[in-house]
């Protein structure tokens, strides 16, 4: 099926901080330094995952929270 491909170019990967190949100990990085710079980004804030949308649906279309708001209103 795939026998044009390199079987070790899926093997290869690149550091994502400053893109050498990256070492089988620390992957997907190339050293225990670079690691270290991503777990410092993740820790400092610069690195953020955006869970905006899954809010605002949640807010919305949750049948919890508008039963209990309407059960406190009729009191």
Do not use: H, V
């Not at 869970?51 to 279309?61: F, T």
């Amino acid at each position: 099926m795939d026998a044009s491909r390199n079987p070790d170019d899926a093997k290869t990967l690149r550091c994502p901080i400053c893109d050498k190949d990256s070492a089988e100990r620390y992957r997907p990085f190339c050293s225990k330094r670079c690691a270290d710079i991503d777990l410092g980004k993740w820790f400092s804030g610069s690195y953020a995952i955006s869970r905006q949308s899954n809010d605002e649906e949640e807010d919305g279309d949750s049948p919890e929270r508008g039963r209990s708001a309407e059960g406190t209103d009729e009191r």
